[in-house]
């Protein structure tokens, strides 16, 4: 599973033109997963993702989480997280999980998600969705379930 987290001042997602979710201060996730991912890897993301401690604090250290800012959540399903373009001009999708089975963790990624208490916003799985935010900082970080653990 990859995750590209944004801190960002606000963010939504719009659908032919007509915003469908919007959020303020907190983080826009892009959300993808491959043929190994499972329910078990999202719990661990989803733990991973609301104990970072990424917001500034009185100090300008990063100390603060996303429930000691009040912030929000914008998660969005993005299967390009997974386009691996080594060889050729044209990615290759191949490591991306098929769109049944990333459906049914994308769900379950934000029913996790909701289940911390934190207002969570979402995109459509599969729509073509056009993505607005303002990058607080920029501060972006790539939390791939790889790295973190041994899978």
Known sequence: MRVVLQNVLSSSVSIDGKIISSINKGFLLLVGFTHTDNELIV?????????LRVFMDEFG??????????????????FTLYGNVKEGKRPSFV?????ENATKLYD????????TGLNIQTGIFGA???VNLIND????LIIDSRELWDL
Do not use: H
């Open 95 to 99: 490591n991306a999980m098929r769109p």
């Open 61 to 78: 250290k990063t100390n603060l989480s996303l429930k000691d800012v009040g912030g929000e959540i914008l998660s969005v399903s993005q």
């Open 43 to 51: 719990d661990k993301m989803v733990n991973k993702i609301v104990g």
């Open 108 to 115: 379950y990624f934000n029913l996790k998600l909701k289940e």
């Open 137 to 140: 900082g920029p501060f972006t």
């Open 128 to 130: 073509d969705m056009k």
